[in-house]
């Protein structure tokens, strides 16, 4: 029997604490709803409708488990004591901004869990995956751990999987996981080319950087993965993220550009050296055949990319061979997006259909489909060997819906946060969830 092989899409669930703070400096769409209120509920249920959605469509579609928050631990290591319901008050009144960080639901985009190499890629086959350090925001870095975790409890066989620590958690090593790194390959079972896009160099600062927003991905960070995953240089490629369209808030290259199979759909602004970078690509791809489609900023300007997130869209290949744009109801709403995505379509090139979905919960913190979800490729034998209660189904979906409108709220404005039975809430919820995706207790309330 021949083998089979699939892109599954592990899409994070929201979790009960989904609020808008404003963390991420860089990230307009944050900066600009800060403290506005939210609805985790809402934003749950649009993260599973979309899930629901790409399963029916035929894809394989998984769940990635939210993480605990508030996070306690966080407030006791920085000194607030007492029993949780005292940590909780005395950090919301003496430090409501730290309070804040350690609230935030910001799991939920899984594109930044971890950098993950199908086996096809890797020397020793095995599929490797390293959870992201996140360090560039405080309220990420708190994430790695409970990643790492989770991903163990979804890849346990280690005759297929090989799970890394997250790298130095120092901005040197900044990582970012996947929203920074693209796979290209002709079938998702061949050896493919990984390409690491990275927005500075950690040890020379002599080298081209970003001045008014941070760069969260740093070159050695990147080479770091590929050496822990095995890649072979031949197939890897690092490109400097164009640090202009960081400056203008692209804080993660997932936000200008998105490649699946043989193609490469990127804003012209995206990347530095494009010419030579993308030639290396081509040259590593070998012979068969490689898209670039190119955006140019007099079609969609980097602004209205950064607003509709146009480039943050899934890029998938359903069974029926059409490859399919996820994107966000912002890119219809905008009639220059709406417009080049209708001629995208038209123009008979690789891309054949666009889906639009309401994921406005996240878009709100700067979070659109392609950060919701993190792409592991498997043959069917890893498939089988992976944690099948994690995999979308008629029945899941109807479980895990019922399962946030149990225990969700409606409504969160920023000073609920403060709340001790939203905690209570939160635990009770990821209890049960565990049981439901049945990975195990991997949360810190649960050891
Ligand atoms: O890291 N927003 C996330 C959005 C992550 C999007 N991911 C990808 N592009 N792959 C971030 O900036 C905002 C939280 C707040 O402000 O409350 C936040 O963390």
């Not at 629901?52 to 990635?64: E, I, P, S, T």
Request: net charge negative; proline share 4%; charged share 20%.
């Amino acid at each position: 029997m021949t083998m089979q092989h699939f892109e599954v899409n592990y899409d994070g669930l929201v979790g009960p604490t989904h609020n808008y703070a404003g963390l991420s400096f860089g990230n307009v769409a944050s900066l600009a709803n800060a403290k506005s209120s939210s609805s985790p509920k809402d934003a749950a249920l649009q993260g599973l409708a979309k899930m629901k959605a790409l399963h029916d469509m035929g894809m394989k579609q998984g769940v990635l488990a939210p993480q605990e928050r508030p996070d306690v631990y966080a407030l006791r290591r920085v000194g607030f004591s007492g029993t949780d319901a005292e940590v909780l008050y005395k950090a919301a009144t003496q430090a409501p901004a730290i309070f804040q960080a350690v609230c935030s639901a910001s799991s939920m985009w899984t594109a930044n869990a971890a950098t993950v190499s199908p086996s096809a890629d890797t020397a020793n086959g095995k599929v490797h995956f390293t959870p992201a350090n996140l360090t560039n925001k405080f309220h990420r870095s708190l994430e790695p751990e409970t990643s790492g975790r989770i991903l163990q409890g979804m890849f346990a066989n280690e005759r297929y999987f090989e799970h890394h620590t997250h790298l130095p958690d120092n901005e040197h090593f900044g990582d970012e996981g996947a929203a920074n790194h693209t796979r290209l390959c002709r079938e998702y079972g061949h050896a493919g080319v990984e390409v690491f896009v990275y927005g500075r160099h950690a040890f020379d600062s002599s080298k081209p950087a970003p001045t008014r927003y941070p760069a969260r991905q740093t070159l050695e960070a990147s080479e770091a993965i590929a050496r822990l995953h095995g890649l072979d240089e031949g197939n890897t490629v690092y490109i400097q993220q164009n640090p202009d369209v960081i400056d203008q808030g692209v804080f993660h290259n997932d936000v200008i550009a998105v490649g699946n199979q043989n193609v490469l759909f990127y804003h012209e602004q995206a990347f530095a050296d494009t010419e030579a970078k993308l030639a290396e690509i081509q040259q590593k791809f070998g012979d068969s055949e490689l898209h670039f489609i190119k955006v140019g900023t007099d079609q969609v300007s980097v602004q209205d990319a950064v607003s509709t997130y146009l480039f943050n869209t899934q890029l998938i290949t359903p069974p029926d061979g059409k490859m399919t744009i996820i994107a966000p109801t912002e890119c219809q709403e905008n009639e220059r997006v709406k417009a080049y995505l209708d001629s995208l379509v038209a123009s008979g090139g690789p891309i054949q259909r666009v889906e639009f979905f309401d994921v406005k919960q996240s878009m709100r913190n700067g979070g659109g489909p392609a950060c919701l979800r993190l792409r592991v490729a498997l043959n069917d034998e890893e498939l089988d060997a992976a944690n099948q209660h994690c995999l979308m189904s008629d029945e899941l979906f109807a479980r895990l819906n019922k399962w946030v409108n149990k225990h969700y709220r409606d409504e969160l404005a920023v000073d609920d946060l403060r709340d001790p039975a939203l905690l209570e809430e939160s635990r009770t919820a990821l209890d049960e969830l565990t049981q439901i995706l049945k990975i195990g207790s991997v949360y810190a309330f649960q050891r």
